[in-house]
């Protein structure tokens, strides 16, 4: 995912955002089947942009292709390409293949480093977008697919938006159309998922969604079914075929945003969802959500999509109120609350120049200051005295999908230190197995990427220390030491973390 200026907008016009919406559909010019083309349900819609993939091959006036080994910031084991073999049209429909093939790419997004080092991945597949091609605020997107089922299968629709106008991901926003993830081919009840993204800039980042459940015979792996989501400025909808099945509200998301002056604040409104975004369409193979591929998986697998068609509603542009069809039998998701933030801190800009750099001693040292992500639940950070030590820091986990964090006010150029050290001591650990990780982040997507720690047994303090030129190194690490922002990312294993209590003391950076 691209990195873009932190240009947020924090008190959005209501009269211009109508204005800026109807530009917004505009810029890509309406088809020539938009008298004959409707949408699957609703009425008052109309077609602004669409693409049946009846051609002989993809059109590269609509679609453009991400080549890379990055692995999607999720650990993903494909290379995405943009040779033929990996999408294709057939038969009138886009076909983006999966193959189990061995291939030398990039290891990051060629908008974060176009010169970086390359590394082999166990697979290939394709993304295709629509960025700068068409890019849209509000409306209605219908795609017609066939996803494919197996272990380690991760076919995705979606959006992101086209220039990041509120920071990084997920600060700018992420609306996931349907996911499906490692679908079984022998359940009769397969689950695809949407969701939105949003929040701050990782680790600050959250998410909220809904799954549905195919039933009497249907089968999204076997046959292909319409995926759906209208997007208005107050409400996002979420419709498979001809049901509206989930429906999430701006009261429950939110955008953290830095200002011209560095400062993050709130932005307001129905940010991050209010600002142009572009489709993408990719098969994923493995990752942290649907693991990896087994022997029962059979290559090559596929990703069908018969169209892609994006629909306005002139009468009301911006609510959609006029077009919409809206069922009182949909889940409504509240979303996630925004957590407290890290704003600009008064401190010495010559901190830097320090011998060892604290980032916690009794207390969060100015510029860091702890924080907490969470998808469900909660991850309490509190300051507690412990005899021998002062203060420490005690981080709970009520949540199995969480971390706490150190973070800076900007990326702090650390090329001149060594190590990262800490002291770590587990408290309470209830799991019948799990371990613990960590990172250093140094704006997201650059990253050291998960890292193990070897505890000691609970109870017992253990010393930690990384030196950076070992985390430089890890495989898949992308860790820049010379702008660090994030020194400590930690947490459980992901979906096995409740009950577990940490201390920390003593994280400081060392020359």
Do not use: H
């Given at each position: 995912m691209k990195r873009a200026q932190d240009l947020p907008v924090f008190c959005p016009n209501k009269g211009l955002r109508a204005a800026v919406a109807l530009a917004a559909l505009a810029v890509a010019p309406v088809q020539a089947q938009a008298q004959t083309i409707e949408a699957s349900v609703g009425s008052g819609w109309q077609l602004q942009w669409n693409d049946e993939f009846d051609q002989a091959d993809v059109d590269p006036t609509k679609w453009g292709w991400e080549s890379n080994c990055w692995g999607g910031g999720n650990n993903e084991l494909q290379c995405y390409t943009d040779r033929k073999k990996n999408s294709f049209i057939e038969d009138g429909k886009l076909i983006i293949r999966a193959h189990k093939e061995t291939y030398f790419g990039s290891s990051e997004l060629k908008e974060v480093n176009p010169d970086a080092e390359k590394k082999y991945l166990p697979y290939t597949s394709a993304r295709l977008r629509t960025l700068n091609k068409g890019d849209w605020t509000y409306g209605r997107f219908e795609i017609r697919a066939k996803l494919p089922a197996g272990q380690g299968m991760w076919p995705a629709i979606w959006m992101l938006p086209s220039d990041q106008r509120y920071g990084g991901w997920a600060a700018g926003g992420e609306i996931d159309i349907v996911e499906g993830v490692s679908m079984d081919p022998a359940d009769p009840n397969k689950v695809v998922y949407g969701t939105l993204h949003y929040g701050a800039q990782w680790p600050g980042n959250v998410h909220s969604g809904e799954g549905y459940t195919f039933q009497d015979g249907k089968d999204p792996t076997t046959g292909f079914h319409t995926y759906a989501i209208e997007w208005g400025d107050d409400e996002i909808r979420w419709y498979i075929d001809e049901t509206h099945f989930a429906t999430q509200r701006a009261s429950g998301w939110y955008s953290h945003a830095k200002d011209s002056a560095g400062v993050k604040r709130e932005v307001g409104g129905s940010a991050p969802f209010d600002q142009p975004f572009h489709l993408l369409l990719n098969l994923a193979v493995g990752g942290n959500w649907p693991?990896?591929?087994?022997?029962?998986?059979?290559?090559?697998?596929?990703?069908?999509?018969?169209?892609?068609?994006?629909?306005?509603?002139?009468?009301?542009?911006?609510?959609?109120?006029?077009?919409?069809?809206?069922?009182?039998?949909?889940?409504?998701?509240?979303?996630?609350?925004?957590?407290?933030?890290?704003?600009?801190?008064?401190?010495?800009?010559?901190?830097?120049?320090?011998?060892?750099?604290?980032?916690?001693?009794?207390?969060?040292?100015?510029?860091?200051?702890?924080?907490?992500?969470?998808?469900?639940?909660?991850?309490?950070?509190?300051?507690?005295?412990?005899?021998?030590?002062g203060n420490v820091a005690q981080v709970t986990f009520n949540t199995n999908q969480g971390g706490a964090y150190w973070q800076g006010t900007e990326g702090f150029d650390f090329g001149d230190f060594k190590a990262l050290e800490f002291d770590l001591r587990v408290v309470s650990d209830p799991r019948a197995s799990g371990g613990m990780m960590f990172k250093v982040d140094c704006q997201y997507p650059c990253s050291t990427g998960d890292v193990p720690l070897e505890t000691a047994p609970v109870g017992e303090w253990r010393a930690m220390r990384f030196e950076f030129s070992e985390l430089v190194r890890r495989a898949g690490s992308t860790l820049d030491i010379r702008n660090i922002d994030t020194p400590l990312v930690i947490l459980p294993t992901w979906d096995n973390q409740q009950g577990v209590v940490l201390q920390i003391d003593n994280l400081r950076i060392v020359r």
């Open positions: 693991g990896s591929p087994d022997d029962s998986v059979e290559f090559p697998k596929q990703m069908e999509v018969d169209f892609v068609r994006v629909f306005s509603c002139p009468d009301s542009p911006e609510s959609l109120s006029s077009c919409a069809s809206i069922s009182e039998l949909a889940t409504v998701n509240v979303g996630k609350k925004a957590p407290r933030l890290i704003n600009a801190i008064d401190f010495d800009p010559d901190f830097i120049k320090a011998q060892v750099v604290d980032v916690f001693a009794d207390e969060s040292i100015a510029p860091f200051q702890e924080n907490y992500f969470s998808n469900d639940g909660s991850v309490d950070i509190e300051t507690i005295a412990v005899e021998g030590r």
